[in-house]
């Protein structure tokens, strides 16, 4: 088994999130995946099996558990994928559904990624759960943007989105690790997507992780395709729309994610970046 190693959402390997990626994993057991990705010890390892039509079966891990939907690995294997086979469209099948993901080979000889999600949807945060999480955060009610509200948000998988009135809130992140942790699992929540806007189109994002045993994620595809579906069903923002997500600038490793927002209310959200091999 080869298990490359890329950074997604950054053309720089000291930005953008590293991932794992397996391009064939055929004859590997679910815990010999486990065990690899816990050795790699990135947020996510893409093992991927192809079938005999063409499409990609992909399962992701964390060095701590399964995540039905991951985006920055799922561009990670599409751009390592590219390198090998040559770009074009691909249809992946996941955990969560169906997945569409198309490459092309800039002027610079770089690969640009672009998935499609599945539908997005969005559901309320109980005001009790609303109160743990803030907790969880240390954050309190006047930190929160009023415009934006708390939801939980999927497109693959579950994220609440937490948005922070201003940036210096979103920069000091320090949270119960612990008791964070043990309110994800209790919801299915992948990551928490706390969310800062800048202007209409220009977001600034963190993503703590601690159900995968990572602190915080750098990039994190998923969630930006989860932000996309929630601003257009709550009418946050005009569609069709194309929303640049800064992440990873706290962590010192920044991501670029290009998110393009369709019109339709039932369609999936495009999410674009770059990978490169570390």
């Known amino acids: 088994m080869v298990v490359l190693r890329y950074v997604a959402f950054s053309n720089d390997p000291a930005g953008g999130n590293p991932a794992g990626v397996v391009l064939d994993a055929s004859d590997v057991d679910e815990p010999t995946m486990a ?15 192809p079938f005999d039509n063409g499409d990609l079966g992909v399962r992701y891990f964390s060095p701590r558990t399964e995540v039905p939907f991951c985006g920055h690995a799922t561009i990670a294997t599409a751009v390592a994928y590219a390198q090998h086979h040559g770009v074009g469209d691909l249809q992946l099948r996941t955990q969560a559904g169906p997945v569409s993901v198309s490459t092309r080979t800039a002027h610079d000889g770089s690969v640009t990624a672009t998935l499609v999600s599945v539908t997005p949807r969005t559901a309320p945060i109980p005001e009790a759960g609303l109160a743990e999480l803030l907790s969880a955060l240390r954050w309190s009610a006047a930190d929160l943007d009023p415009e934006l509200p708390p939801r939980a ?17 979103l920069a000091e992140l320090v949270y119960d690790m612990s008791a964070l942790a043990d309110l994800m699992h209790h919801n299915g929540w992948a990551t928490v997507n706390l969310v800062w806007r800048q202007s209409p189109y220009v977001f600034h994002v963190r993503n703590p992780f601690p159900p995968g045993g990572i602190v915080e994620d750098p990039a994190t595809g998923a969630a930006a395709a989860a932000l996309g579906g929630y601003l257009r069903e709550l009418a946050l923002v005009p569609v069709p729309a194309t929303l640049r997500v800064h992440q990873g600038q706290d962590m010192g490793r920044p991501s670029t994610i290009t998110v393009d927002v369709p019109a339709e209310p ?3 959200i495009a999410v674009t970046g770059t990978a490169v091999p570390l």
Do not use: D, K, L, M
């Open 35 to 49: 065990a690899t990705a816990a050795e790699v010890g990135f947020s996510e390892t893409a093992f991927v099996v």
């Open 153 to 169: 948000t999927y497109a693959g998988a579950w994220h609440p989105v937490i948005a922070a009135a201003t940036r210096s809130r």
């Open 266 to 268: 039932s369609s999936g």
